[in-house]
């Protein structure tokens, strides 16, 4: 079967730690995947998507980053957490006209 | 560019009301519309879609419909539960360089009162 895994389900970090959220795909290869913040009273901003390995693209300057190390994990980083970086991060597997999303990471930097 | 605007909530409603949450578009092509549903605690889930105009979608007793004249997809529930509580986010899906861009409205939180 074709799921999504997205873990972890929340996270408690200070200013300044590092940060790493991990996105699985299983039961298909070569997906599209997406990053996604909602951040409060917002909706959903697009932070990354990505085509295949090694392939992402930044659709908003900020403080978190990337990467494709293999084909059905995506992964979402930072060096430094912000204050701002606070929110609720969804990853997401487009399939055909639709997605399929992850069950969310919930970040509170304190 | 493409955009969603959604009515702002909190919604609260008695068991068994109607429900309408108001989403009107912005987008320069033929997007494909959406609703999606975040329960307490959980991810995002497809509730429906409609990819032309005069489409309706429906799932669990919720309506919408594309209106391409009036740039519109309403959701509409006739008798709303108490398990109905979440977040509801209208979205719009447009071709792009990337295949195919989500836009979002802000999401409509939804409390249903026994």
């Known amino acids: 079967s074709q799921t999504i895994h997205q873990w972890p389900a929340t996270l408690v970090q200070p200013v300044g730690s590092p940060l790493s959220l991990e996105c699985t795909v299983e039961g298909t290869s070569n997906p599209n995947l997406y990053w996604y913040r909602q951040a409060a009273g917002r909706g959903l901003q697009l932070l990354f998507y990505?085509?295949?390995?090694?392939?992402i693209s930044s659709e908003v300057p900020q403080n978190l980053s990337a990467s494709r190390p293999q084909d059905r994990q995506f992964i979402l980083s930072s060096k430094k957490l912000l204050l701002s970086d606070s929110g609720f991060y969804l990853c997401?597997?487009?399939?055909?006209?639709?997605?399929?999303f992850g069950s969310g990471t919930r970040l509170t930097v304190v | 560019g493409d955009s969603v605007t959604q009515m702002e909530g909190p919604v609260t409603l008695s068991e068994e009301a109607f429900l309408t949450i108001n989403c009107t578009y912005t987008a320069t092509g033929y997007p494909s519309l959406f609703w999606y549903v975040q329960y307490p605690g959980e991810g995002l889930q497809l509730l429906l879609k409609?990819?032309?105009?005069?489409d309706k979608g429906s799932n669990k007793g919720f309506e919408a419909t594309y209106r391409k004249e009036t740039t519109s997809f309403h959701l509409e529930k006739g008798s709303v539960q108490v398990s109905d509580s979440a977040v509801y986010f209208c979205a719009l899906s447009d071709r792009d360089a990337s295949g195919n861009q989500f836009y979002f409205g802000t999401g409509t939180s939804l409390t249903v009162i026994p």
């Open positions: 997401a597997w487009r399939r055909g006209n639709g997605y399929t």
């Open positions: 409609a990819t032309k105009a005069d």
């Open positions: 990505s085509v295949g390995i090694g392939q």
